[in-house]
């Protein structure tokens, strides 16, 4: 957490391109230092991850047939004019279902990282205020949590309430809240340190005043970076569920579960399980590549 | 595995000293030291919940047990009982007692002798609440006991005449095994039953390897065994490859020897290579099928379950995903049954119409905003429970299809995925409107098992998925059970498959088959035991190359 002044000393920034023989005017300089400051790759991620978004929202844009319309006189067919991505076992058009599938599979991701954020928020941010024994007992919670790997902990879940779309992103959620847990933990204990609490104190503000008004929306502050970053690994997460049969049902074109179909048709369709497979990788590289390119922006401005 | 083939004496020499080396460097690690040519790999498609095949009864186990257990009578490919652990037997008038008598000179693995006191023994475990037997203690729900006489004759006693008693004992699932053993507790016994049989369990390994070894005293084969004495190999790797893309890759790449539930997408593939060699038999019983669960609703309506079998394109499902591998089913009972008639084949062929029609008639006469069907503020709902890694990847996506035609006729079908475990609590419990299912046996008594209203309930899965009680049907099928009279037997049975397709009790799908490939460039002679077509590994022989 450098504090910088001069903008072209931020991480990553390649952007002063040599032959540029005038300085931006300073009333651009915002917009300009944008552009400039934002590598290549992060335009791509950005771009991809938009395209991700809007089939999300408004998925009838992109489709041209019922992701869910069977035909098996026209099963397996390679990808080509009129089915793009080839169709499935059952005959259904595999880039229907593909986009069809971003709604639920970000949906999915982003619920369980939401349920993971609250829960880790819950116990990390009452840790750090709380401080003596209930931070001492919060902590040793989230030990043993920690002690069971995330997916496994994810997988309890499902084993104790069942198989479906909703508990695979509780299921997430809960495997996720460790690791939120800890780290809104540190940062609660540092805001808490920070003057500015202090001088709220001193005013003679109450608890809840300070609680509300003054530790949270510093804590929040990089929540919106741990959020995409995590946006990411909860779409694989959930896709690993939907691949075991745990978490969406057929039909639903879910591309965790789309993949666990195509699975055993590798050797005489592979589209059925590919493309899914790379938007699976996309989403979550996407998700991750922006998250971390705003992660160092933040940094660098604090 | 030796593939050059030596052309002079040193060459040979050469080979065998250069073998030699290799035997005691392999050998430090394993038991014995052998060429791998003495391994027989065979990779099964279905978990084995548990090894001794009196528990539960499922396919896997007794495709297992048909290479270590022996049983008390064997059948032939034309239905025909012969002798085996008992050399002869006679039943009395009333057909309630039949008189066993066995063999004296066979010993189980585990060196208890067997006499007619193992006899006792067995059925008593397999009908005993405790064993959990769905097949075998189905199987024998007229049996009251058995008298040892002496140490070579067993009565055992019956509350009515069966018929298909000889038949069922011919089933691996009645293996014997030792009654030594049977004392352990049920958890020991899964994990290494004892029988009398051409190989011996001696080690298991849960979710992957069953290993076996010869039985070198074996002197008790089958008459449908093409030798007598110890098998050929030595010993037997029974490996559990649900996947089924892994388990076809590993026989192309020839890590093992056979396969069993074939995925049918690689058909062509294994047809077209001249290393592989493709057994296919239907198998005798009630076909693969979707139960319809009569006791709650909406299929307590009899409109409601035609109306469902009549939106399924069953067929069109078949020939996309199967590639024409298995045969379609649509009666009662598979074409590979006695007494099965194709009249109940056409009844309920997909008719779009009809089933709309059925279905305003129950008083589903409204759609809601996603097209399924309502009645009194109430969608049509079926839900179905299913286990997917118990099923071929190509059931899988028939079930899907029947999902989207149930659709278009108003039905909203719920598969519901789950682990085998909580799937099958919830078919012994009866909550589900569909449920997977087949029945393998080699009698069309089959009609009673799954049918009739004694099997509504057991200790283990309950057989009679639809919960359909008709005291018509009961009857119909007991007089069958004591008739001795084939053409009397076919009338009963062809009113008993009438009454069943009347009812709309299933939703039938496919025979049930026996599909195994089979690697013909290290060995030969893999063949299927007669009774329930499972794959028989004693007459198997090495081959040179």
Redesign the interface.
Same mark, same amino acid.
């Given at each position: 957490m450098s504090i910088t002044l001069n903008p072209n000393s931020d991480t990553g920034t390649t952007a002063s391109a040599p032959g540029t023989p005038e300085p931006p005017r300073r009333t651009r300089t915002g917009a300009v230092r944008f552009v400039r400051n934002t590598p290549i790759g992060v335009w791509v991620a950005a771009a991809v991850l938009t395209f991700l978004v809007l089939a999300a929202i408004l998925p009838s844009v992109f489709l041209q047939q019922d992701p869910?319309?069977?035909d *098996?006189?026209n099963?397996?067919a390679a990808p080509g004019a009129g089915h793009p991505f080839g169709t499935d076992? &059952? /005959?259904r058009d595999v880039f229907s279902r593909v986009i069809a599938g971003t709604g639920q599979s970000l949906l999915l991701g982003l619920a369980a990282t939401a349920i993971g954020l609250l829960l880790g928020g819950l116990l990390g941010i009452t840790a750090g205020i709380s401080g003596k024994w209930v931070d001492s007992a919060i902590c040793r919670f989230v030990e043993i949590l920690f002690a069971f790997p995330g997916l496994l902990l994810a997988l309890i879940v499902i084993a104790v309430s069942?198989?479906g779309v909703v508990t695979a992103a509780l299921a997430v959620g809960v495997g996720t809240a460790p690791g939120y847990a800890r780290m809104l933990r540190t940062q609660t204990l540092q805001v808490v340190a920070a003057p500015y609490v202090e001088t709220a104190l001193s005013l003679g503000r109450s608890r809840s005043h300070i609680l509300w008004h003054t530790i949270v929306p510093n804590v929040a502050r990089p929540l919106f970076v741990l959020v995409t970053l995590g946006i990411g690994q909860a779409i694989v997460w959930a896709s690993s569920l939907s691949f075991l /049969? %745990?978490g969406a +049902? *057929? *039909?639903a074109a879910e591309w965790g579960a789309m993949l666990a179909?195509g699975? &055993?048709? %590798? +050797?005489?369709a592979w589209w059925i399980a590919a493309f899914p497979g790379i938007f699976i990788t996309l989403a979550a590289l996407t998700t991750t590549v922006v998250g971390h390119h705003l992660q160092r922006r933040l940094e660098a401005e604090v | 595995m030796t593939t050059a083939s030596p052309s002079t004496p040193r060459t040979l020499a050469l080979l065998a000293a250069a073998a030699g080396l290799l035997l005691t460097t392999s050998g430090c690690g394993g038991p014995a030291a052998a060429s791998e040519d003495d391994t027989f790999v065979f990779a099964t498609g279905k978990d084995i919940s548990c090894l001794d095949p009196h528990v539960n009864g499922d396919m896997p186990q007794a495709s297992l047990a048909a290479n270590y257990l022996d049983s008390l009578v064997s059948q032939d490919r034309e239905g025909a009982i012969h002798p085996w652990l008992a050399t002869e037997w006679s039943v009395s008038e009333d057909g309630l007692r039949y008189t066993f008598t066995v063999r004296d000179d066979v010993f189980f693995t585990d060196g208890t002798p067997f006499t007619a006191e193992a006899v006792k023994a067995n059925l008593d475990h397999m009908v005993d609440p405790d064993t959990q037997s769905g097949t075998a203690g189905g199987y024998l729900k007229p049996y009251v006991g058995t008298e040892v006489l002496d140490e070579r004759t067993a009565v055992v006693t019956l509350n009515r005449p069966y018929a298909a008693f000889l038949e069922v004992l011919a089933q691996p699932f009645l293996g014997i095994q030792s009654p030594e053993a049977l004392k352990r507790p049920l958890a020991e016994n899964c994990n290494s039953p004892v029988g009398t049989g051409p190989y011996k369990i001696v080690d298991y390994v849960q979710q992957s390897t069953v290993s076996l070894e010869r039985n070198e005293d074996y002197n008790s084969a089958p008459p449908y065994a093409q030798h007598t004495g110890p098998a050929h190999i030595e010993r037997v790797e029974w490996r559990i490859v649900p996947e089924d893309s892994t388990r076809y890759g590993l026989l192309r790449a020839g890590q093992v020897d056979a396969l069993d539930l074939m995925p049918s997408v690689h058909f062509a593939e294994a047809e077209a290579d001249p290393d592989v060699e493709l057994i296919l038999q239907d198998r005798p019983g009630n076909p693969t099928n979707l139960n319809l669960n009569t006791t709650r609703a909406p299929f307590d309506d009899l409109r409601v379950r035609k109306a469902f079998l009549h939106s399924a394109y069953v067929e069109a499902g078949i020939d996309s995903v199967y590639f024409g591998t298995v045969t379609p089913a649509s009666g009662p009972l598979s074409s590979a049954t006695t007494y099965y008639s194709p009249d109940f084949e056409d009844v309920y062929a997909p008719d779009p119409e009809e089933a709309a029609r059925l279905l305003d008639d129950a008083g589903w006469t409204e759609r809601d905003e996603e097209g399924y069907r309502v009645k009194d503020g109430e969608r049509l709902t079926l839900h179905f429970p299913y286990a997917p890694n118990s099923w071929p990847t190509a059931h899988q996506a028939l079930v899907t299809q029947i999902q989207a035609t149930a659709k278009k006729a108003g039905f909203e079908v719920l598969i519901e995925n789950g682990d085998l475990a909580s799937v099958s609590k919830r078919g012994n419990s009866s909550d589900y409107d569909l449920r997977a299912n087949y029945w393998n046996t080699n009698t069309a008594d089959v009609l009673r098992i799954v049918f009739s209203t004694e099997y509504t309930k057991s200790a283990g899965s309950v057989p009679n998925g639809s919960g359909f009680t008709d005291p018509e049907l009961d009857g119909i099928l007991g007089d069958a059970l004591a008739s001795e009279d084939p053409e009397v037997r076919a009338d009963l049975y062809y009113r008993a498959q009438q009454i069943v397709s009347d009812n709309a009790l299933q939703l039938r799908l496919y025979n049930q088959a026996s599909q195994l490939a089979f690697r013909t460039d290290d060995h030969a002679n893999l063949t299927l035991e007669p009774s329930l077509s499972l794959p028989y590994l004693y007459d198997v022989t090495a081959v040179d190359n």
């Amino acid at each position: 957490m450098s504090i910088t002044l001069n903008p072209n000393s931020d991480t990553g920034t390649t952007a002063s391109a040599p032959g540029t023989p005038e300085p931006p005017r300073r009333t651009r300089t915002g917009a300009v230092r944008f552009v400039r400051n934002t590598p290549i790759g992060v335009w791509v991620a950005a771009a991809v991850l938009t395209f991700l978004v809007l089939a999300a929202i408004l998925p009838s844009v992109f489709l041209q047939q019922d992701p869910f319309e069977i035909d *098996p006189a026209n099963a397996f067919a390679a990808p080509g004019a009129g089915h793009p991505f080839g169709t499935d076992q &059952n /005959g259904r058009d595999v880039f229907s279902r593909v986009i069809a599938g971003t709604g639920q599979s970000l949906l999915l991701g982003l619920a369980a990282t939401a349920i993971g954020l609250l829960l880790g928020g819950l116990l990390g941010i009452t840790a750090g205020i709380s401080g003596k024994w209930v931070d001492s007992a919060i902590c040793r919670f989230v030990e043993i949590l920690f002690a069971f790997p995330g997916l496994l902990l994810a997988l309890i879940v499902i084993a104790v309430s069942g198989t479906g779309v909703v508990t695979a992103a509780l299921a997430v959620g809960v495997g996720t809240a460790p690791g939120y847990a800890r780290m809104l933990r540190t940062q609660t204990l540092q805001v808490v340190a920070a003057p500015y609490v202090e001088t709220a104190l001193s005013l003679g503000r109450s608890r809840s005043h300070i609680l509300w008004h003054t530790i949270v929306p510093n804590v929040a502050r990089p929540l919106f970076v741990l959020v995409t970053l995590g946006i990411g690994q909860a779409i694989v997460w959930a896709s690993s569920l939907s691949f075991l /049969g %745990l978490g969406a +049902q *057929p *039909p639903a074109a879910e591309w965790g579960a789309m993949l666990a179909d195509g699975r &055993n048709y %590798l +050797q005489v369709a592979w589209w059925i399980a590919a493309f899914p497979g790379i938007f699976i990788t996309l989403a979550a590289l996407t998700t991750t590549v922006v998250g971390h390119h705003l992660q160092r922006r933040l940094e660098a401005e604090v | 595995m030796t593939t050059a083939s030596p052309s002079t004496p040193r060459t040979l020499a050469l080979l065998a000293a250069a073998a030699g080396l290799l035997l005691t460097t392999s050998g430090c690690g394993g038991p014995a030291a052998a060429s791998e040519d003495d391994t027989f790999v065979f990779a099964t498609g279905k978990d084995i919940s548990c090894l001794d095949p009196h528990v539960n009864g499922d396919m896997p186990q007794a495709s297992l047990a048909a290479n270590y257990l022996d049983s008390l009578v064997s059948q032939d490919r034309e239905g025909a009982i012969h002798p085996w652990l008992a050399t002869e037997w006679s039943v009395s008038e009333d057909g309630l007692r039949y008189t066993f008598t066995v063999r004296d000179d066979v010993f189980f693995t585990d060196g208890t002798p067997f006499t007619a006191e193992a006899v006792k023994a067995n059925l008593d475990h397999m009908v005993d609440p405790d064993t959990q037997s769905g097949t075998a203690g189905g199987y024998l729900k007229p049996y009251v006991g058995t008298e040892v006489l002496d140490e070579r004759t067993a009565v055992v006693t019956l509350n009515r005449p069966y018929a298909a008693f000889l038949e069922v004992l011919a089933q691996p699932f009645l293996g014997i095994q030792s009654p030594e053993a049977l004392k352990r507790p049920l958890a020991e016994n899964c994990n290494s039953p004892v029988g009398t049989g051409p190989y011996k369990i001696v080690d298991y390994v849960q979710q992957s390897t069953v290993s076996l070894e010869r039985n070198e005293d074996y002197n008790s084969a089958p008459p449908y065994a093409q030798h007598t004495g110890p098998a050929h190999i030595e010993r037997v790797e029974w490996r559990i490859v649900p996947e089924d893309s892994t388990r076809y890759g590993l026989l192309r790449a020839g890590q093992v020897d056979a396969l069993d539930l074939m995925p049918s997408v690689h058909f062509a593939e294994a047809e077209a290579d001249p290393d592989v060699e493709l057994i296919l038999q239907d198998r005798p019983g009630n076909p693969t099928n979707l139960n319809l669960n009569t006791t709650r609703a909406p299929f307590d309506d009899l409109r409601v379950r035609k109306a469902f079998l009549h939106s399924a394109y069953v067929e069109a499902g078949i020939d996309s995903v199967y590639f024409g591998t298995v045969t379609p089913a649509s009666g009662p009972l598979s074409s590979a049954t006695t007494y099965y008639s194709p009249d109940f084949e056409d009844v309920y062929a997909p008719d779009p119409e009809e089933a709309a029609r059925l279905l305003d008639d129950a008083g589903w006469t409204e759609r809601d905003e996603e097209g399924y069907r309502v009645k009194d503020g109430e969608r049509l709902t079926l839900h179905f429970p299913y286990a997917p890694n118990s099923w071929p990847t190509a059931h899988q996506a028939l079930v899907t299809q029947i999902q989207a035609t149930a659709k278009k006729a108003g039905f909203e079908v719920l598969i519901e995925n789950g682990d085998l475990a909580s799937v099958s609590k919830r078919g012994n419990s009866s909550d589900y409107d569909l449920r997977a299912n087949y029945w393998n046996t080699n009698t069309a008594d089959v009609l009673r098992i799954v049918f009739s209203t004694e099997y509504t309930k057991s200790a283990g899965s309950v057989p009679n998925g639809s919960g359909f009680t008709d005291p018509e049907l009961d009857g119909i099928l007991g007089d069958a059970l004591a008739s001795e009279d084939p053409e009397v037997r076919a009338d009963l049975y062809y009113r008993a498959q009438q009454i069943v397709s009347d009812n709309a009790l299933q939703l039938r799908l496919y025979n049930q088959a026996s599909q195994l490939a089979f690697r013909t460039d290290d060995h030969a002679n893999l063949t299927l035991e007669p009774s329930l077509s499972l794959p028989y590994l004693y007459d198997v022989t090495a081959v040179d190359n």
